[in-house]
């Protein structure tokens, strides 16, 4: 019975590879992400900081806002997890962090 189970249950670099994967289709999907008063995508404006795949019953996507009362931050967020759950075909989470956004390079 234990052989089965080991047949069946991923190898470590399976896992790592299909996170990659469902990684890669997030960010691919949030690229279509736009923040409203800069007319940029969410991607193109460093807002996405992680995205993490630790429970596999649900992602996290952490991100920042342009400012720390943004008027349409909830729009905003509203949005990354419709998309990030669409493409990543699970529940997603989305934390803002404190962290301070700081355009991109080459947006200064």
Known sequence: MDEKIAE????????????????EKILNALQAVLDPEIGLSVIDLDLIREIRLDDPEEAEVRMVLTTPFCP?????????????????????????????????PWLR
């Open 8 to 23: 069946t249950a991923p190898s470590g670099a399976d896992k790592i590879k299909g996170d990659a994967e469902k990684q």
């Open 72 to 104: 349409y931050g909830p729009m905003l967020i509203g949005q990354i997890q419709s998309v990030a759950e669409q493409a990543a075909e699970t529940p997603v989470k989305v934390t803002v962090l404190p962290d301070k956004w700081e355009p991109p």
